[in-house]
């Protein structure tokens, strides 16, 4: 990427990142041991490349990619027992309408779509637009990437050695 491209995908985002409310998301965890921070701005940028070289809304895509995952609370603090009420089911509206909140100056139908459709197929209804299913395949693509920390399953499964059960 040349310094031109990416001096443009930041002026895209930068009013995102400098935000204080999406700054919290440094805190928040996501898959294994990256924030959200860190997993939006994966999906943000490898998003924004690909629509990019594919001659589409690059910049619909770096917001989205960006905002997928604004839900205003950590993921962990869902404790909802009814299956649909849970944060994979949820997290996407939750997104979309904290984005409204915080970015409603950046906010449009694209952009709504694909913050709102991205856990397609967990949530029954596919994106409306490229974009979106670039978006939704990076996302998936990018949470993939954990796989390749052996310690992801054992917290996923909750597998502790002997002494961190007794200590």
Known sequence: MTVME????????????????????KHYPHHGK???YEHS????KLSYDIAKKLK????????????HD?????????????????HGFVHA????????????????????NIILRHMFPLNII?????????????DKYVSLETLKNPSFFKDLFGI????????
Not at 93 to 112: C, G, T, V
Not at 126 to 138: D, R
Request: aromatic share 16%; glycine share 4%; charged share 30%.
């Open 126 to 138: 596919p994106p409306k637009y490229l974009e979106g299913w670039i978006i939704t395949l990076v």
């Open 160 to 167: 502790r050695k002997k002494s961190d059960q007794n200590g």
């Open 56 to 67: 589409l809304d690059y910049k619909s895509a770096a917001i989205g990619g960006l905002l």
């Open 41 to 44: 701005l994966s999906v943000s």
């Open 70 to 86: 604004f839900y205003p609370n950590p993921w962990p603090s869902n404790k909802q027992k009814k299956f649909f009420k849970k």
């Open 34 to 36: 990256i924030s959200v």
């Open 93 to 112: 509206r939750e997104a979309m309408e904290n984005s409204y909140q915080y970015f409603p100056e950046l906010m449009n139908d694209k952009i709504s």
């Open 6 to 25: 990416k001096s443009e995908y930041y002026k895209i985002i930068y009013d995102i990142l400098k935000n204080e409310e999406f700054q919290k998301r």
